[in-house]
């Protein structure tokens, strides 16, 4: 089963009356801004509905949920714009084009924002995109309750610590002696120009670039498509599927085929994963949180690194069987991969889970049956009972 979520990644088109350098005022737009306190060491908690960090962000008076986001700038909806009267124009125009995680266009305007506080921390003049998140509404929508994001561009002016085992951030203006961190590994990135962690990795041999950093996404190790003519053939380990739902800021997006291959191994740094997993994306190549909700980690903008220590095992399963998608009138079968060999079609229409009647479920119920299926082991055989032709029919997912 996939429910994938990556949720912002852009390629930035400037446009307005400035004559300077369009690069030069991206990048000043996208660091503008500081943060008050100097010295400081601030703890929270987040919520990880649907795999993705939530944390409570209050600006200009006005508490918000927003998603925290290394893959993306900072980002306010139109309706909460409205509700901290954020204003948008100016002498620059800021658009992006072609492109969050999934294809879908999206655009909006800078508006600088004169008081953001995260926990007890006070952030000064930080500018945020004006654009809608999931305009299309549904159910991701509505489990999520975005009102933003906290982008990279804001991040980078702190050291980041995040637990999600005890879903807690910690963040602070420097970082840790070095004999107190002891069974970390060092991944060094590269930051884009909003700010975003980009990495390398070795898979089989093969030097893949910019690999997003991401946790705005739920989802697990993805590359370009465009790599996949630099491996041999391999059929026996190659699988795709058709029919696969994904969303982004701009909206859903049901790509016709996605193709995987199950690699001997990859190599991230000092880390080592064997017999893993790879989607080849037409859009975006991420490193996400069902990989990184396994470690303790700690992003450095300033020495440009990436600590992690695995606080439990990563296991390559994300039971590649089937994709289904939730929808108002319930959750659908929306494709099988290549390989699977559970008896369900395209289609059919998921009614009981292990006993649970999904249907009675109410909107929250819903998120919260979708949120720890994504925190939960992936081991152990599902009961279910689909509707496929007007028929209620049973049938048992074996996991393996």
């Not at 989607?279 to 903008?301: H, M, P, Q, V």
């Amino acid at each position: 089963m996939l429910v994938a979520i990556p949720i912002l990644v852009a390629v930035f088109v400037l446009s307005g009356n400035s004559n300077l350098p369009r690069l030069y005022v991206a990048e000043y737009l996208l660091h503008k801004g500081h943060i008050e306190q100097h010295e400081y060491n601030e703890t929270l908690k987040f919520d990880d509905t649907l795999g993705v960090i939530i944390i409570p962000v209050v600006v200009n008076g006005v508490k918000g949920r927003f998603l925290l986001d290394t893959g993306a700038p900072n980002v306010i909806t139109p309706d909460f714009a409205a509700r901290v009267s954020a204003e948008t124009g100016g002498l620059f125009r800021f658009t992006t084009t072609d492109v969050d995680s999934v294809g879908n266009e999206i655009k909006g305007e800078f508006s600088t924002l004169d008081s953001v506080h995260i926990g007890s921390l006070s952030y000064r003049d930080i500018n945020f995109l004006v654009m809608p998140l999931f305009p299309e509404g549904g159910v991701v929508s509505d489990c999520l309750h975005l009102d933003g994001v906290i982008g990279a561009n804001l991040m980078r002016k702190s050291v980041w610590k995040i637990d999600y085992v005890n879903r807690t951030i910690v963040i602070t203006n420097s970082p840790d002696d070095p004999g107190s961190l002891t069974g970390f590994d060092s991944v060094p990135f590269r930051p884009d120009i909003k700010g975003t962690p980009q990495i390398d990795l070795d898979i089989d041999g093969v030097a893949v670039k910019d690999i997003k950093f991401d946790t705005g996404s739920n989802g697990h190790l993805s590359i370009l498509k465009a790599y996949q003519s630099q491996f041999p053939a391999d059929p026996g380990n190659e699988f795709y599927v058709d029919g696969r739902v994904q969303y982004g800021a701009g909206g859903k997006s049901q790509q016709t085929r996605t193709g995987f291959r199950v690699f001997d191994k990859v190599q991230i740094g000092p880390l080592s994963f064997d017999d893993e997993t790879v989607e080849f994306n037409e859009y975006s190549a991420i490193l996400g949180n069902r990989i990184l909700k396994n470690y303790d980690i700690i992003l450095d903008w300033t020495s440009s690194e990436i600590l992690l220590k695995e606080v439990k095992k990563y296991q390559d399963r994300r039971n590649f069987d089937f994709v289904m998608e939730v929808r108002s009138e319930g959750i659908f079968v929306t494709g099988l991969y290549s390989h699977s060999a559970v008896p369900l079609l395209a289609g059919d229409q998921i009614v009981f889970w292990n006993g649970t009647d999904i249907r009675s479920l109410s909107g929250d119920q819903t998120c919260k049956f979708l949120s720890a299926s994504w925190r939960g082991n992936s081991s152990g055989d599902v009961n279910l009972r689909v509707i496929r032709d007007s028929e209620e029919i049973p049938v048992t997912w074996v996991r393996n």
